[in-house]
């Protein structure tokens, strides 16, 4: 026999609404499960609790006692959810667990063949409206980009904190930065900058150890003289610089010239996710 979890939800500006009470919601469901010859497993009510998030007592306690029942029946699809990429969530979830869902009067179950096909028609129009809100702030990056304005959706780099979407120096890194620089122009190498910051103790980003590639990553990364770089768009940025224009391209003809007189292999995928430890 089929087990059916009852859920009844009413928010406040619900419960003066007709048909929406919870005696109403009970009753329609548990004629609705005796009509289809189903036991109820059992019922969850979440009273005043809103249906634009899934962080309520009842959900949850049902949520975790899907091992007790095959199928989760709701009145009307708005009592379960009313945002609809938690509600698609919840469905990608049941699915993963062998569950389905009925919703009265919509006449919605995925036990059918049809209620099958409108879900994956749900599906497929969350899937575009998530690739068109992608392609949204992909557009919008890019202005931002050639705008030069505030930080561009990347983690903090070294010598800079992120606030209010816009790049602040951070005095103590800041020093570490201009460090650095000031060595490698000097002709110390990347191994010899990162050994001796290690052996000073001077903190990384992320409390990880000094390399060679996290020293590699700072003198190239154009931040830190004032522009600003994203997916291969380049431009002066709005924030402060820490390493005066000059002073950086002379740094990068440098390095291409060290890498000329000795050829160094290109750094792997592996190696730079360690650059910014």
């Known amino acids: 026999m089929t087990r059916a979890a009852i859920y009844c939800r009413v928010s406040t500006e619900d419960q003066a609404k007709e048909g929406f009470s919870l005696d109403a919601q009970r009753e329609r469901l548990e004629a609705y499960c005796a009509a289809r010859g189903w036991s109820i497993a059992g019922e969850y009510v979440d009273e005043g609790h809103s249906g634009r998030t899934a962080d309520r007592p009842a959900y949850k306690e049902m949520i975790g006692d899907r091992e007790r029942w095959d199928v989760l029946l709701v009145l009307k699809m708005d009592r379960i959810h009313r945002n609809s990429r938690n509600f698609m969530e919840m469905t990608e979830r049941l699915q993963e667990w062998g569950k389905e869902f009925v919703s009265v009067q919509e006449n919605f179950d995925t036990s059918t063949a049809m209620g099958r096909f409108v879900m994956d028609i749900i599906q497929r129009i969350a899937q575009l409206e998530s690739e068109q809100i992608g392609e949204r702030v992909y557009m919008g990056m890019s202005q931002k980009a050639k705008g030069g304005r505030g930080a561009l959706g990347s983690p903090s780099p070294y010598g800079y904190r992120i606030v209010g979407g816009s ?6 890194e800041a020093v570490v930065v201009r460090e650095i620089f000031a060595q490698y122009v000097a002709g110390r190498s990347l191994a010899a900058i990162a050994g001796n910051l290690e052996a000073r103790g001077v903190p990384t980003k ?19 003289c004032g522009r600003s770089e994203w997916d291969g ?3 002066m940025g709005s924030h402060t610089a820490i390493i005066p224009e000059e002073v950086f391209d002379q740094v990068q003809r440098e390095v291409a010239q060290r890498r000329s007189r000795k ?12 650059a910014n430890p």
Do not use: H
């Open 167 to 172: 790049y602040v120096i951070d005095a103590s």
């Open 206 to 224: 992320k409390g990880g150890r000094w390399r060679r590639q996290t020293i590699a990553a700072i003198l190239s990364n154009p931040l830190l």
């Open 233 to 235: 768009i380049e431009a």
């Open 263 to 274: 050829v160094l292999p290109r750094a792997s995928t592996q190696e730079l996710a360690v």
